[in-house]
């Protein structure tokens, strides 16, 4: 997995490829979190050109959402192909994420 973080109209976004799995999921997470105790308002990740996340990848997602919930912060998720929405989907996650197509989307909802 490789991790681009990006600054698009201020927002921070994580643009990512390759898989997320058990042994790239922790490098994930400290980026994720380092954002989170430094209060960061929204944090958007851009799946486009992910192939493949595992349930470490999953968890590391609900706990940053988790982790910014107490100041009100938001994770938007874009991009998700479909073969991983399937996984938002069949989890339930699809109703505790917020997910859109694009960057300009996620800037809209």
């Known amino acids: ?5 990006q600054e698009h109209k201020g927002i921070k976004v994580f643009a990512l490829s390759g898989e997320i799995d058990m ?4 490098v994930l997470r400290s ?3 380092g954002l989170v ?3 960061v308002p929204v944090v958007f990740v851009d ?3 992910v192939s493949y996340i595992d349930s470490s990848g999953i968890a590391t997602f609900v706990e940053g959402l988790k ?3 107490p100041y009100g912060g938001r994770l938007k998720l874009l991009g998700v192909p479909a073969k991983i929405m399937e996984i938002f989907n069949f989890s339930k996650l699809d109703k505790v994420f917020e997910i859109y197509g694009n960057v300009e989307d ?4």
């Open 1 to 5: 997995m490789k991790i681009d973080i």
């Open 23 to 26: 042994s790239s999921s922790p």
């Open 31 to 33: 980026e994720l979190m």
């Open 37 to 39: 105790s430094r209060k």
């Open 47 to 49: 799946f486009k050109d």
């Open 67 to 69: 982790a910014m919930m």
């Open 106 to 109: 996620a800037f809209k909802g």
